[in-house]
């Protein structure tokens, strides 16, 4: 018996898992983690009955809950694992004793718990530090030079690798990811071509646990994204790339690049700020609002929500076409008076932001 919940909760949770002697793929990474997983699962779940962490329910409390879910008739288990601050990590993976795992990516988010991108790098490195001391079973993207060096550094032997070199991309009015793989066509219903990496995980994973290539596509085809996460909506009025689960410098400028490529007119832009970087905050924001100086037109419209992007704005010669709100509610009020019609919208922030707020006035 202990008078601490939590402890008793991952004690137990830890003890439940060691009765099952199934594969455990555990994965971590700045960007992509929820997209990853939810596609691993759809692949695997072609083959095996899959038990995977819920929605983004990948902390302390998170993990232990998905492996109490583990049954009988479990046969994969995949389980998220998120961090905001250093060794976080290494607490997850010692609850779930994973058998094979996957970093993303390593970037910039949550600064502020792990005080630098090395502190990243090494809190998530404790996924490859634990598959190694036990014999796991490592997947990484062959693409990715930090992945690459942080293996060699730790001199894993059980690795398999995943990579872009076999893929083409599609372009197209679409504003969905379209790519050909080993010359076999992907149409996928994911927003932005930075989800191909996730993408070639799942195929990579699926692969490895004997699912043929072409049931992993059909698998891939049929995962709709949720929960604001890379998700295309169409409204009466207007077309919305909403990705305003959360967000980074990394992630935000991939979604702006994106966006910026996809050929639709009346494009409008509604960022929030991005939060928990530290120190660096006013730095990376900075770096945000000179890329959307650089690659918008005067004909586009872009709507900035927060404090730090205020900052940029105060700072900076200001652009006609550049609006400051102060918050998602005074953005709904701005919206609801000046209504956006027959426009291309893309919304991207933190969670604490919420831009989801102004999808009714969209």
Request: hydrophobic content about 35%.
């Amino acid at each position: 018996y202990s008078e601490d919940t939590l402890s008793s909760l991952q004690r137990l949770a830890e003890f439940h898992r060691k009765k099952f002697t199934i594969p455990v793929i555990g994965l971590t990474g700045t960007n992509g983690k929820t997209t990853t997983k939810e596609l691993i699962t759809k692949v695997l779940q072609q083959k095996y009955k899959v038990c995977s962490t819920q929605g983004n329910l990948n902390n302390h409390i998170g993990v232990p809950l998905t492996l109490l879910n583990i049954n009988s008739n479990t046969e994969i288990a995949v389980i998220e694992m998120g961090a905001g601050g250093l060794h976080e990590i290494s607490t997850l993976v010692n609850i779930a004793h994973p058998t094979h795992g996957l970093i993303t990516n390593i970037g910039k988010a949550h600064l502020l718990g792990f005080k630098s991108v090395d502190g990243v790098k090494k809190t998530k490195g404790e996924l490859y530090d634990y598959l190694i001391s036990s014999n796991g079973t490592i997947f990484y993207n062959s693409d990715d030079n930090v992945l690459i060096d942080m293996i060699a550094e730790k001199g894993a032997k059980s690795i398999v690798s995943y990579s872009k070199y076999n893929t083409t991309i599609e372009t197209s009015n679409t504003p969905f990811l379209q790519f050909k793989i080993n010359e076999k066509s992907v149409n996928t219903k994911l927003i932005g071509q930075y989800n191909i990496n996730n993408i070639l995980a799942a195929i990579c994973i699926g692969q490895y646990f004997d699912i043929e290539e072409d049931l992993a596509i059909e698998a891939i085809e049929s995962y709709n994204p949720s929960n604001n996460r890379s998700q295309f909506l169409e409204t009466a009025n207007n077309s919305i790339v909403i990705d305003a689960y959360n967000a980074n410098p990394v992630s935000m400028e991939a979604s702006i690049i994106n966006f910026s490529k996809i050929n639709r007119p009346n494009k409008v832009y509604i960022l929030g700020d991005m939060l928990e970087l530290g120190e660096d905050s006013l730095k990376e924001h900075y770096n945000i609002y000179s890329l959307l100086s650089k690659i918008t037109t005067s004909d586009d419209t872009i709507y900035l929500v927060g404090d730090q992007f205020k900052s940029c704005l105060n700072e900076t010669h200001k652009k006609d076409n550049f609006k400051h709100f102060n918050s998602n509610l005074q953005l709904k009020d701005f919206l609801i008076n000046n209504p956006i019609n027959n426009s291309f919208i893309l919304i991207k922030g933190s969670r604490g932001i919420k831009l989801e707020v102004t999808l009714e006035c969209l």
